[in-house]
């Protein structure tokens, strides 16, 4: 069983999983510095050092501690923790824009070959703001429609695949609605709006079927409280999204406006 198995590992359980958290701090930090020491970059921004650690330090909650044992066996905590590790996590690790740095302290000819794996058409497919949406809101439906709810808590393995997933198709999401990063792909800002609003009421659909219709043995409190944690605390966060894609859109267009006017 997945529960007896974290349970006795107790502690050094968790720091064995703390480990690559903290490697990610630390790795972020350090290529931080490196690119700086540059004379002809300008300066790696301080507030981006903050949304990483902050977005790292979520995706370890979500995982590691009391949280995540509670997750086990509350749907509320479960619920928090797939706020805490699909969405507010993936945001700010967006935001922090972690390729742009590795781009700016990878040696010349590194950085080319990591550029065209970014232009390839893989990366094209999976960044798809259409793909995206369905490996993040899709495989929710699948992880809470099916036997897979209850499967990941029987086995660690399957209990480890639907966390990364729910972390990788989040940051895949988030990637695709709001460019941070140096994309070879890019789509409208009306296209991805579009996307977004259908995503969008995709995973309002699904926490309201979760109030309805729990999944294999979870309570009907607590599937209505995780539920409506699940609607809010997503909304809550979507709209830091929607205001950013909004944001964007809107610096997008005062180039022609300015333009406009001096005519």
């Known amino acids: 069983m997945h529960e007896a198995h974290a349970g006795g590992n107790g502690l050094l359980f968790d720091l064995i999983l ?3 958290f903290l490697l990610a701090i630390g790795l972020y930090i350090g290529a931080g510095f ?19 650690t902050i977005g790292v330090l979520c995706a370890g ?11 086990r066996i509350d749907f509320r905590a479960h619920m928090m923790g797939h706020l805490l590790l699909g969405m507010l996590a993936p945001l700010l690790l967006v935001l922090a ?35 995206a949406s369905i490996l993040n809101i899709g495989g929710l439906w699948v992880l809470y429609t099916t036997d897979l709810y209850h499967l990941m808590h029987q086995s660690l393995w399957i209990h480890v695949l639907v966390h990364l997933h729910v972390f990788l198709a989040g940051y895949l999401f988030t990637m695709a609605m709001i460019y941070t990063e140096p994309v ?5 800002y009306l296209y991805r709006t579009l996307v977004f609003i259908i995503a969008l009421a995709g995973h309002g659909i699904l926490s309201k079927f979760l109030y309805a219709s729990p999944p294999e043995g979870v ?5 209505e409280a995780g539920s409506m944690l699940m609607y809010y605390g997503g909304d809550a966060i979507d709209a830091v999204l929607i205001f950013l894609l909004c944001l964007q859109w809107y610096k997008a267009t005062q180039p022609d406006k300015k333009l406009a006017a001096s005519q």
């Open 184 to 188: 070879a792909h890019r789509y409208s």
């Open 18 to 20: 703390s480990f690559p």
């Open 219 to 223: 309570s009907q409190s607590q599937a």
């Open 34 to 52: 490196v690119s700086n020491r540059s004379p002809h970059l300008q300066k790696w921004p301080t507030w981006r050092y903050v949304c990483w």
């Open 97 to 131: 824009a972690p390729i742009t740095l590795v781009l700016r302290t990878l040696p010349v000819s590194a950085a080319k070959k990591l550029t065209l794996l970014l232009r390839s058409t893989y990366v094209r497919l999976i960044s798809h703001p259409v793909t």
């Open 61 to 71: 909650l979500a995982v590691i501690g009391p949280l995540a044992d509670q997750a």
